[in-house]
């Protein structure tokens, strides 16, 4: 509530509802964004997979490289 009266009393909105109406916009397109990535990421594990399934790897031996 203080911040809605901050911004109302700032001039930035003219009233409460303007500064919650912004605020779900941002909050819409943070989700928006974050799907996208999220969609991205699936995608590329998703390569992986495949990549997995087809032979496309290589074997490493890491034993004593984690142990730091």
Do not use: N
Request: glycine content about 8%.
């Amino acid at each position: 509530a203080e911040l809605i009266r901050f911004y109302v009393e700032g001039g930035r909105y003219a009233s409460p509802s303007e500064v919650v109406s912004a605020g779900l916009q941002l909050l819409e397109a943070q989700d928006r964004e974050d799907e996208a990535k999220l969609e991205r990421l699936r995608m590329e594990v998703q390569k992986g997979i495949d990549d997995l399934k087809a032979g496309r790897y290589i074997e490493a031996d890491c034993d004593g490289e984690l142990d730091a």
